[in-house]
């Protein structure tokens, strides 16, 4: 089976048959989303004829929602996802970063007290910007400056309490979940497990279990359950000697050369921990050069070939690829067009320049 070819397609990237950012998200699950306006690309990308805009109105009308779930890091989902994702991961999340909480003297009785103070803020519709939001704490002589601010903020995300609201001009804001997530039926642990790993590999398969545990953040016994609990709705197949999930038979590789840009952080890449069918290991510190960083990434015929950046300009994008080699004329000429749909979505001119 081509791995790359099929996750191409599962990820939407090689096709998009969805026609909203919600659509999008929701066959995801999750999609990553910590970088903002990288994850805005992330999301055009999969959408036919988005623009930055179209994103931005999903994310304001609470069709997708930003917040803190799996791994304890930023992602978009969607409303009807959202609660029982949270019950989930996140009083495992939270109780993974108990001591750093304890290093920031954060007790449960200052955060609990931190949420009630955000409920109250938020009532009746309000939405916050962050430093508003740290206003209301020092305003209760509750100190919320720095790496105290961020995990209060992302507790309070992960207790179900706060989420994303709209953006106000250029500044993110919070909004009180209950205002923008209704409730809903409740579900079992097991059904729980069951959606996610059918949610992930339907949108990120051929993968394995392994891949399953580091994205969702679950023990591995865990994930092994979920595939278990799902598995009358999953194909697999023996690749390299290891079990690989996957749904909606093998995928037909695009034309080649067939060239994309992906954004920092893409699910493409962070949603696997074995990276290896898709980036070449010689290369891996190019890319991903520690810390958790992921690089805007050039993908040809489904391998990462470098990475890129953007500078804007008065009217105009101006893309640099910087290639672990020289590419042919046609890959050159699939890299342009992938360059000129993104300018397409910033509605920019492109300008694409190519260095080794």
């Given at each position: 089976?081509?791995?790359?070819?099929?996750?191409?397609?599962?990820?939407?990237?090689?096709?998009?048959?969805?026609k909203?950012?919600?659509?999008?998200?929701?066959?995801?699950?999750?999609?990553?989303?910590?970088?903002?306006?990288?994850?805005?690309?992330?999301?055009?990308?999969?959408?036919?004829?988005?623009?930055?805009?179209?994103?931005?109105?999903?994310?304001?009308?609470?069709?997708?929602?930003?917040?803190?779930?799996?791994?304890?890091?930023?992602?978009?989902?969607?409303?009807?996802?959202?609660?029982?994702?949270?019950?989930?991961?996140?009083?495992?999340?939270?109780?993974?970063?108990?001591s750093?909480?304890?290093?920031?003297?954060?007790?449960?009785?200052?955060?609990?007290?931190?949420?009630?103070?955000?409920?109250?803020?938020?009532?009746?519709?309000?939405?916050?910007?962050?430093?508003?939001?740290?206003?209301?704490?020092?305003q209760?002589?509750?100190?919320?400056?720095?790496?105290?601010?961020?995990?209060?903020?992302?507790?309070?995300?992960?207790?179900?309490?706060?989420?994303?609201?709209?953006?106000r001009?250029?500044?993110?804001?919070?909004?009180?979940?209950?205002?923008?997530?209704?409730?809903?039926?409740?579900?079992?642990h097991?059904?729980?497990?069951?959606?996610?790993?059918?949610?992930?590999?339907?949108?990120?398969?051929?993968?394995?279990?392994?891949?399953?545990?580091?994205?969702?953040?679950?023990?591995?016994?865990m994930?092994?359950?979920?595939?278990?609990?799902?598995?009358?709705?999953?194909?697999?197949?023996?690749?390299?000697g290891?079990?690989?999930?996957?749904?909606?038979?093998?995928a037909?590789?695009?034309?080649?050369?067939?060239?994309?840009?992906?954004?920092?952080?893409?699910?493409?890449?962070?949603?696997?921990?074995?990276r290896?069918?898709?980036?070449?290991?010689?290369?891996?510190?190019?890319?991903?050069a520690?810390?958790?960083?992921?690089?805007?990434?050039?993908?040809?015929?489904?391998?990462?070939?470098g990475?890129?950046?953007?500078?804007?300009?008065?009217?105009?994008?101006?893309?640099?690829?910087?290639?672990?080699?020289?590419?042919?004329a046609?890959?050159?000429?699939?890299?342009?067009k992938?360059?000129d749909?993104?300018?397409?979505?910033?509605?920019?001119?492109?300008?694409?320049v190519?260095?080794?």
């Amino acid at each position: 089976m081509p791995i790359t070819a099929h996750r191409l397609a599962r990820q939407l990237i090689a096709r998009q048959p969805l026609k909203s950012p919600a659509a999008v998200v929701a066959w995801f699950g999750a999609i990553q989303a910590q970088d903002y306006l990288a994850a805005l690309w992330a999301l055009g990308l999969r959408t036919p004829r988005a623009s930055e805009g179209t994103i931005e109105a999903a994310i304001a009308d609470g069709s997708v929602i930003r917040t803190h779930a799996f791994r304890g890091t930023w992602q978009y989902v969607t409303p009807g996802d959202l609660r029982w994702m949270l019950g989930l991961v996140g009083a495992r999340v939270i109780a993974a970063s108990a001591s750093r909480y304890r290093e920031l003297e954060l007790d449960p009785k200052t955060l609990m007290r931190c949420e009630e103070l955000f409920a109250r803020a938020l009532s009746g519709g309000k939405q916050l910007t962050r430093a508003e939001m740290a206003r209301v704490l020092t305003q209760r002589r509750v100190p919320a400056v720095n790496r105290r601010l961020i995990h209060i903020l992302g507790h309070a995300e992960l207790d179900g309490v706060i989420c994303s609201g709209g953006r106000r001009g250029k500044q993110p804001t919070f909004a009180l979940l209950d205002d923008r997530v209704p409730r809903s039926r409740p579900i079992s642990h097991d059904e729980a497990l069951a959606r996610i790993a059918s949610r992930y590999f339907q949108s990120r398969g051929p993968a394995t279990d392994r891949d399953l545990a580091w994205w969702t953040g679950l023990p591995l016994t865990m994930a092994r359950r979920a595939i278990d609990l799902s598995a009358g709705g999953l194909e697999s197949a023996m690749i390299d000697g290891e079990r690989y999930w996957f749904t909606g038979g093998a995928a037909r590789p695009a034309r080649s050369p067939d060239a994309h840009l992906l954004p920092a952080f893409d699910e493409y890449l962070v949603g696997y921990q074995n990276r290896s069918a898709m980036l070449d290991p010689r290369h891996l510190r190019k890319v991903n050069a520690g810390g958790g960083m992921l690089k805007p990434a050039v993908v040809v015929d489904g391998r990462v070939v470098g990475t890129w950046r953007r500078v804007l300009e008065k009217g105009s994008v101006s893309v640099t690829a910087l290639l672990f080699e020289p590419p042919s004329a046609v890959q050159h000429n699939a890299i342009t067009k992938a360059t000129d749909r993104y300018a397409g979505f910033l509605g920019l001119t492109p300008r694409l320049v190519i260095r080794r």
